[in-house]
């Protein structure tokens, strides 16, 4: 057996891990030793994706690799691992802290760096760059410290970092050189368009600016000079201002470089020295440096090809894009400006709407060259692939961009050739597509996991989803959406199927429609739907046994086994007396207390036979049960409004009772939290929340879809300045549409996510009546609104209901295994070791 | 299986280590859901009846190996793959009624005890 190749892969950016992937899964592996030495603290992360650091995605969320996955692939590493000098004579290379490694070939993947200009003043410690998880959190630390945030450069990544700045809460600048935002990717009147979107948001634009010097600031801690005499003050400067590679080892070692720099490479991707490879952001081809991660991976593909002696080569590569940009879809798709001889443009301007198309053909009109879209991308996908596969173009190809209602001739899935690149991020064509799905490939999951299509930028899901499903049903194979083995229908078709056939208890739907005796997951999911539908008392006795354990004992059960309690405390308003009745509680019982995020106090540690006689005497002293252990409406959190602040412009807590009084109780897919803010300053957090609702001086904004937790998500502004009735309609309304469509356990913030046309579509719903369903929304939900009930004043009434809470069919002795001890002044939970040991606890 | 013909094997071969203890009656048992029962041992059973399965009543220990409490009972009944099972109500995992072993994890098990209905009672089969 012949000695194996020993390949060093200097950098473990997104374009080196993908190196390392493509070389250690390939065919030949085997005849390959792999080293990765990275200078960051940390293996490859997703750069494209850096900026949802921000939106709450952890380091880890991320991470492309693993420890653990590097050493499956028996991939030697070393992060903190910056290389300092390559002999290549002796074809070794040594690390700043003195190891030495020896190659047989090595692959330069250094990346770049943010180019900061030469301006004086520009090393002060407010002055950032937006490029790595570390710069990251610098920018959130110096954030927390500061009012006011400038960008400097208005590119792509430079808009980015804007929205980031923006929502970190920072008044935020972007100062541009150029005439126009995103020069380089979009037209002169897309860029005005743009630039008007991005104003409208609150981030303030400034075109055609150099600046000379960054000085101390009068109202700021600097102040940033243009050469037209104007100044700007910020506390926080972020230069976004292009990229240079990472070029200084191959200049050390003699390498050719180009003459702005990057590592000079053939088509084969192989430097001056045949030995040593250079790939991504670093290489310089055709004296082109490409700064996305498309090209990136080509390249990593076609040295990993070369290195196993096929015959790959690097040939340029496509530079168009999609994304959105601060909530702005921006479009480029290649010769956005028109630079090819005799080419023309067909142009669509929608002020109203704040829409620009251009569409770049040949002199011809037969074949699409470049696009730039902005406020609508929804045509990028064909006219990337007209673009692409040099597919000839409609007789009018204007068309193409014109608004929906004209003619638009459809480029469907099947309408592609083979050929066409589905996910330029991984190369991805619809062949390979094909391929995996005739390889087995049955769910879009699957798929994706096969061809890596989609798992890049992201930009092309709907088409793959198109795709793949049209190849798919063309095989018969019908895209599963079961909700569980018992039922193959998804919530939403259980819904309409409960609705349609009046369908009130899960035994008559079992019967119909399913299979077996069901699961914790159809049951609890029934029980919602009938709850949602129907509005009956959750504990009947046809209900019961579908509902989850908090809902069966109206409780919210800890680890236990004890419950909590939490009375309804509408706004997060109370008074002494019911105050004092929570207090009086808790001591006689002997409960541990916490107020809650949601404004309310929970009490915990009450054994399930003690719930009966304590909500007898909260239901006495006037309270209503807070539905906490529900899938349902919980809290509407407020701030005390106009009637005690002196900033207040409405009366939020009378609109936050009529709120929380409206929609109490009402059972949804998830948990619904709500908040009414009486200002601007937006105290009571409306826009974290499902539904919020912010003053004006003219009325109500509403916001949509927000969430906390796991992965929190600002809510959208959904409309403004809206009267009460009208804002109460639009609640009504997109309420009843969540919970008629969507999935289990599915937040509004997911929902929306998911949701295709996203916040437009939900709008056109809701406010112009686009499904003309609006009458039967709102007359749904006031239905349920009508049959409330306090679910725990009706158990007190039951006896037979009281039964279920003795702590033993056979016994009232209570249960031993349940131990406390006191910490702080109150009881918690006894640990195992902490446990009177003399009690048998288990078998 | 746990059938009744089975439970009356048992108690027809039950030796003298085994005997049969009165729990309730048997309208005390809801329907397609638990109750908890404690035995004179200290133990705690959770019981079902299920009605899809004739009203066939199961009964398994009540304690949850993986949560650490005596939560069994308040579970949810279904089935996976036909079999019936109770998840726990802590962090779901779906304990067979037949067996007792944990269906996603087959390492954990509980208990199972044979159960049989006498003049109107719920009895379970104790070793003693």
């Keep these: 057996m012949s000695k194996k190749q020993h390949i060093v892969v200097v950098g473990n950016g997104m374009v080196g891990h ?48 693993s420890m653990d996955l590097y050493q499956q692939w028996q991939v030697n590493f070393r992060i903190n691992a910056k290389v300092d000098t390559i002999d290549r004579q002796g074809k070794t290379l040594t690390t700043q802290t003195g190891e030495v490694f020896s190659y047989d070939k090595l692959v330069l993947a250094t990346g770049s760096y943010p180019f900061v200009p030469p301006i004086k003043g520009n090393d002060n410690p407010d002055c950032l760059v937006y490029r ?73 634009v400034h075109t055609n600016r150099a600046t000379t010097q960054i000085v101390a600031g009068d109202s700021c801690r600097h102040k940033l000079c243009f050469s037209d005499g104007e100044e700007l003050e910020t506390d926080l400067i972020l230069f976004s201002a292009g990229i240079r590679p990472y070029d200084q080892l191959a200049r050390q070692s003699e390498l050719d470089v180009g003459e702005r720099g990057g590592i000079v490479v053939n088509n084969q991707c192989q430097t001056s020295d045949e030995n040593i490879y250079a790939i991504g952001e670093c290489a310089l081809w055709n004296n082109f440096i490409f700064g996305l991660v498309a090209p990136g991976n080509t390249m990593a593909k076609v040295a990993a090809e070369h290195l196993q002696g ?101 480029l469907g899935a099947d309408a592609l050739p083979d050929t066409a690149t589905i996910c330029s991020c991984h190369n991805v064509t619809k062949a390979d597509v094909i391929t995996a799905i005739d390889e ?141 009745v929570i207090g009086e509680v808790a001591k006689q019982y002997n ?89 601007t300053r937006e105290c009571a957090e409306a826009q974290s929340k499902d539904i919020g609702v912010i003053a004006t001086e003219n009325g109500w904004n509403l916001y949509v879809c927000g969430n906390g937790g796991m992965k929190p998500r600002h809510a959208d502004l959904f409309a403004t300045d809206l009267d009460d009735e009208t804002l109460i309609k639009y609640i009504d309304r997109v309420l009843m549409f969540y919970i008629e469509t969507a999935d289990r356990l599915q937040r509004t913030s ?60 056979n016994s009232d002795k209570p249960d031993s295994n349940i131990q406390f001890v006191e910490e702080r002044g109150q009881i918690r939970p006894a640990r195992p070791e902490e446990k009177t040991i003399a009690i048998v606890v288990q078998d | 299986m746990t059938t009744l013909a089975y439970a009356d094997e048992q108690l027809s071969t039950a030796t003298q280590s085994q005997r049969w203890v009165d729990i309730c009656r048997q309208d005390q048992l809801i329907e397609d859901t638990g109750v908890a029962a404690l035995l004179e041992n200290g133990k705690q059973v959770a019981i079902f009846q299920l009605a899809l399965k004739a009203q066939q009543i199961y009964a398994v220990s009540n304690f949850d190996p993986i949560g650490q409490a005596n939560v069994l009972y308040r579970g949810i009944v279904g089935c996976v793959n036909s079999e019936p099972v109770v998840a726990s109500p802590l962090f779901k995992q779906p304990f067979s009624l037949i067996d007792g072993r944990c269906v996603t994890d087959e390492s954990i098990s509980i208990s199972v005890y044979p159960t049989r209905i006498n003049d109107g009672k719920v009895q379970l089969l104790i070793s003693d």
């Design chain 1, 440 to 580: 087995g490939a049955v769910t879009l999951d699957f798929i994706k996991s096969c061809t890596k299509a989609s798992t890049g930028c992201g930009g092309c899901v709907a088409l793959l989803k198109d795709v793949s499903s049209n190849e798919l049903s063309c095989r018969g194979v019908e895209v599963k959406k079961d909700i569980c083995e018992h039922f193959p229908y998804s919530r939403r078709e259980l819904f309409d199927l409960i609705k349609i056939e009046k369908i009130t208890n899960f035994n008559d739907l079992m019967a119909a429609h399913g299979s077996g005796l069901g699961c914790d997951i159809c049951k609890p999911t029934a029980a919602s739907i009938f709850a949602s539908v129907w509005n009956e008392y959750i504990l009947d006795k046809k209900h019961q046994p579908l509902q989850d354990t908090n809902d069966t004992f109206l409780a919210n059960m800890q680890k236990d086994g004890t419950y909590s309690v939490v009375p309804r405390i509408p706004g997060g308003e109370i008074t002494p007396d019911k105050l004092i």
């Design chain 1, 591 to 679: 409960l541990y207390t916490k107020i809650t995020g949601g404004q309310r106090i929970d009490l915990f540690g009450a054994r399930k036979e003690e719930l009966p006689e304590i909500w007898r005497r909260l239901v006495d002293a006037g309270f209503e049960t807070g539905h906490a252990y529900g899938k349902s409406v919980r809290t509407v959190k407020s701030c005390v409004g106009s009637t005690w602040c002196r900033f207040g412009v409405q009366d939020s807590v009378s609109m936050a009772l009529f709120i929380e009084d409206r929609y109490k109780g009402i059972r949804s897919p998830h948990k619904l939290k709500f908040a009414v803010s009486g200002c």
């Design chain 1, 18 to 65: 993908h190196f390392v992937e493509q070389l250690s899964q390939s065919a030949n592996a085997e005849q390959f030793e792999i080293t990765v030495l990275s200078a960051e603290p940390r293996l490859a992360y997703d750069r494209v994706h850096l900026s949802e650091f921000f939106a709450g995605k952890s380091a880890d969320d991320l991470a492309m690799t």
């Design chain 1, 310 to 410: 096929q015959s790959a080569s690097f040939t340029g590569a496509d530079m168009s894009t999609k994304l959105k940009l601060m909530g702005v879809d921006v479009g480029s798709i290649g010769d956005a400006h028109g630079k090819t001889p005799g080419s023309l443009t067909y142009r669509y301007e929608d002020q109203v709407n704040g829409v620009y198309k251009a569409m770049i053909v040949d002199s011809e009109q037969k074949k699409l060259l470049g696009a730039v879209l902005i406020g609508d991308t929804s045509e990028y996908d064909s006219l990337l692939q007209y673009m692409l596969n040099g597919i000839d173009l409609p007789a009018q190809p204007e068309s193409l961009i014109l608004p929906s209602n004209s003619d638009k001739p459809l």
């Design chain 1, 750 to 809: 997911v929902w929306m996510n998911n949701m295709e046309g996203g916040l437009e579509y939900l709008q056109d719903v809701v406010i112009n009546d686009s499904l003309g369903l609006a009458t039967y929304l709102e007359q749904h939900m006031d239905s349920i609104v009508g049959t409330y009930q306090c679910e725990w004043k009706t158990t007190l009434e039951d006896p037979k209901a009281l039964e279920r809470f003795k702590p033993f069919v």
């Design chain 1, 132 to 204: 790595t998880i570390e710069d990251l959190q610098a920018i959130s630390h110096c954030a927390s410290k500061s009012k006011v945030g400038v960008v400097v450069g208005g590119g792509l990544l430079g808009l980015e970092a804007a929205n980031a700045l923006h929502h970190l809460g920072l008044q935020t600048h972007v100062v541009e050189f150029a005439p126009q935002l995103m020069a380089v990717q979009i037209d002169k009147p897309g860029g005005d368009i743009l630039r008007q979107k991005i104003e409208s948001l609150g981030v303030q």
